[in-house]
C-alpha cells in the first residue's frame, strides 16, 4: 500500500448504530487530519493529530471520536449520527504540521450515509 | 463563514483551448494558496501553489496568478486535455504556524474532445 489509504469506501448505518472509519498513511508524516465535505460545499476541518497529539477539535460534536493510537493509523469512531452527518469523510496527513511544505496527501474518502 | 469562494461550480472547455479557474478569498492573513485536484472515487491531489511573495507560478501546462490587492486567484490549464476533467479546489492558509488549510466548495471542469 503507498499512499494515504481509508477503509472503509462506503458505509450506511443507522443513527443507532456504532462504526469506525480507519485511515492509515505509508508515507512516514507527522500530521494527520480528518475532513468533512459535504455535497457542493468546501472541505471541513475535524480533527488535526500532530504526533498522535489532538491539536485541534473545530467545534465537532462528540457524537464524533477520533483516536490516533500512532503517527501512521487514525479512526474516526462514529455513534449516535444524525442524517445530516452524511457526507465523505477525508483523512489527510502531512510530513509537519506546520511550517515548511503545506501540502497535504489525501485518502479516497469514505462514502458515509447514515439512515 | 467561508473565507475561500469559488463561484463558478462547473467550467466546460474544448480540448486544446484555455481553462481558467477562478478563486477569491476575503482573509488578508492568508499567504499561501494552493490548488488541489480531485477525481471521483479518489481523494484530491496537489496540483500547485503559490506564496503571497510572488504573483505567478508555473508548472508545465497549469500556471496560478495571485492578486493580493484583489484577494484573487487563477489556475489557468494550457492545453487542456480530457485528463483534466476533474474537481479543482482552491486552498488558502496563513502564516508558517498556520496548518489549516479553508477550502472552496470546487469547480467542476469538463473538458470536450
Known amino acids: 500500500e503507498t499512499g494515504v489509504t481509508q477503509t472503509p469506501r462506503h458505509l450506511v448505518m443507522g443513527m443507532t448504530n456504532k462504526k469506525s472509519l480507519k485511515c492509515e498513511q505509508h508515507?512516514?508524516?507527522?500530521?494527520m487530519y480528518w475532513y468533512k465535505q459535504s455535497a457542493k460545499k468546501p472541505l471541513e476541518l475535524m480533527f488535526v493529530?500532530?504526533?498522535?497529539?489532538?491539536?485541534e477539535n473545530n467545534s465537532v460534536p462528540s457524537r464524533f471520536s477520533p483516536e490516533c493510537p500512532n503517527s501512521s493509523h487514525l479512526f474516526l469512531h462514529l455513534h449516535t449520527l444524525q442524517p445530516e452527518d452524511s457526507a465523505l469523510y477525508l483523512c489527510?496527513?502531512?510530513?509537519?504540521?506546520?511550517?515548511?511544505?503545506?501540502?497535504?496527501?489525501f485518502g479516497p474518502g469514505t462514502r458515509l450515509t447514515v439512515t | 463563514d467561508q473565507q475561500v469562494k469559488q463561484n463558478s461550480p462547473s467550467l466546460s472547455v474544448q480540448e486544446g483551448r484555455i481553462s481558467i479557474l477562478n478563486c477569491d478569498y476575503t482573509?488578508?492573513?492568508?499567504?499561501?494558496f494552493l490548488w488541489y485536484k480531485k477525481y471521483p472515487a479518489e481523494g484530491p491531489t496537489f496540483l500547485i501553489s503559490?506564496?503571497?511573495?510572488?504573483d505567478k507560478n508555473e508548472d508545465g501546462r497549469f500556471t496560478v496568478f495571485l492578486n493580493k490587492s484583489a484577494k484573487h486567484l487563477s489556475l489557468h490549464i494550457v492545453p487542456s486535455q480530457p485528463g483534466d476533467s476533474a474537481v479543482y479546489f482552491c486552498?488558502?492558509?496563513?502564516?508558517?504556524?498556520?496548518?489549516?488549510?479553508?477550502f472552496g466548495a470546487g469547480t467542476t471542469v469538463t473538458v470536450r474532445a
Open positions: 489527510a496527513s502531512s510530513q509537519n504540521l506546520a511550517g515548511g511544505s503545506y501540502e497535504q496527501y
Open positions: 508515507l512516514g508524516h507527522n500530521a
Open positions: 493529530y500532530s504526533l498522535e497529539e489532538r491539536v
Open positions: 482573509n488578508s492573513m492568508f499567504d499561501y
Open positions: 503559490i506564496s503571497s511573495i510572488k
Open positions: 486552498a488558502a492558509s496563513g502564516g508558517s504556524n498556520d496548518y489549516k488549510l479553508s
